[in-house]
């Protein structure tokens, strides 16, 4: 994944063609991390667990996180000069978190196709998709829309949204129980310590089902609305 994620961001590749190639590995079963071919390491996977059941090679709950360092406070900023992008939490290996900067075309991009391979995937099992917006209602709301836009399968049972509240406001967050605002550095600090209560609560959050609606407003010649 890595490998096709950096070739798509250094590249004038579009992100439909960068998506086709990753189908392509796929489906032959190339599906990289690093150096290690996860190929083999899914073949072997019942080997690994029946002899040692506390291994955890693979994930099978991945999640992704577009951060926009604009929001708020620029809270977003702090994890993203961590300059971390995959990673997992030693006490959930289960749990793999990726970051993709939402401001940047090319990362958002990136986040994206990562997203759509993991929905295409049959080599690894996937039990769980997480797409978490780290900004405000907005933020959230733009990451729906590029996911959308992109053809992700939203119906994917997998698949679920939720929010860091690092905007103004937060609406959406207080909706949901999250609270108004999360301090970065409580997220960062205390060696991580922040990072994985927050994890730890919304993978094993309550699912919610929302509606989503799309207003369109036509004013009058005078900016007067009826």
Not at 11 to 29: I, Q, T, W
Not at 184 to 211: E, H, P, Q
Request: glycine share 8%.
């Amino acid at each position: 994944i890595n490998d096709t994620l950096y070739r798509s961001k250094n590249s004038m590749k579009s992100m439909d063609e960068s998506l086709n190639e990753a189908k392509n590995r796929c489906a032959n079963g190339e599906l990289y991390t690093g150096d290690i071919c996860q190929r083999d390491l899914a073949l072997n996977m019942p080997k690994l667990r029946q002899k040692d059941s506390n291994l955890i090679v693979i994930p099978s709950c991945y999640v992704i996180m577009f951060v926009n360092p604009k929001s708020g406070l620029r809270q977003g900023k702090t994890l993203l000069d961590l300059d971390i992008s995959h990673f997992r939490i030693r006490t959930r290996p289960d749990i793999q978190i990726s970051m993709f900067n939402i401001n940047n075309e090319d990362d958002r991009n990136a986040g994206i196709i990562y997203l759509k391979i993991l929905q295409l995937t049959r080599r690894i099992i996937v039990e769980q998709i997480h797409v978490w917006s780290a900004g405000g209602d907005g933020t959230f709301m733009w990451s729906i829309d590029e996911i959308c836009a992109a053809g992700v399968e939203i119906d994917d049972p997998r698949l679920h949204f939720s929010l860091i509240p690092f905007g103004t406001g937060n609406d959406l967050s207080q909706v949901l129980g999250w609270g108004r605002t999360i301090s970065s550095t409580y997220m960062t600090s205390k060696m991580f310590l922040g990072f994985k209560k927050i994890i730890d609560n919304r993978v094993a959050g309550k699912k919610a089902r929302l509606d989503i609606w799309e207003v369109h407003i036509k004013a009058r010649d005078n900016g007067y609305i009826r």
